[in-house]
């Protein structure tokens, strides 16, 4: 079996088109998957930005901020801590929490790679995620489309039409 190191580095740079000298903007949630994603970008030898985005759906949510900052502080990682109030927006906007999460959680990370001009953002989607995203769609009804699950690479226009959003851990299990 393949070490996880290089399936990464291959699921990198084939899957996920990203260049070896590409900045990358990367979504750290403070959670073992996001750090695992870190630390397999940074041994890859890529430049990244750490971006964290605090929901404040929980009281320890700025922990969680203080110690993503705390973290890439010892990697010597530029970082940027964004906020915003997911509640009043799921109210003021009539989404669910995990919709309004998503969407402000999104926009905070697209404007970040739109500010440093980096053309991805990176996130720590891992294979256990890819099933139990298919699994919601079969259970939601959904045709074939819904079959294929995640991708390695999108774009998502309703954010930016440029940046991609890429997940170079899709095939790497938990």
């Known amino acids: 079996m393949k070490n996880i190191q290089k399936v990464f580095s291959e699921n990198l740079r084939k899957h996920c088109a990203i260049g070896p000298d590409e900045l990358v903007v990367a979504a750290i949630s403070g959670g073992p998957d996001s750090l695992a994603l870190l630390e397999l970008l940074l041994q890859a030898g890529q430049r990244v930005i750490v971006g964290h985005f605090d929901h404040q759906l929980r009281k320890e949510s700025a922990r969680d901020a203080d110690f993503v900052r705390r973290i890439s502080a010892e990697k010597k990682v530029p970082c940027d801590i964004g906020t915003g109030d997911v509640n009043e927006y799921s109210k003021r906007h009539k989404t669910t929490i995990e919709e309004s999460a998503r969407i402000l959680r999104y926009n905070f990370l697209f404007s ?15 294979a256990d995620d890819q099933v139990e995203t298919v699994l919601m769609h079969l259970l939601r009804g959904s045709g074939l489309s819904g079959m294929a699950g995640m991708h390695y690479r ?11 959003l890429v997940r170079p851990l899709l095939d790497i299990w938990r």
């Not at 970040?112 to 891992?126: F, P």
């Not at 999108?154 to 991609?164: K, R, T, V």
């Open 154 to 164: 999108q774009l998502l226009p309703a954010f930016d039409s440029n940046i991609a």
């Open 112 to 126: 970040l790679a739109r500010e440093h001009h980096a053309n991805v953002i990176s996130v720590g989607h891992n």
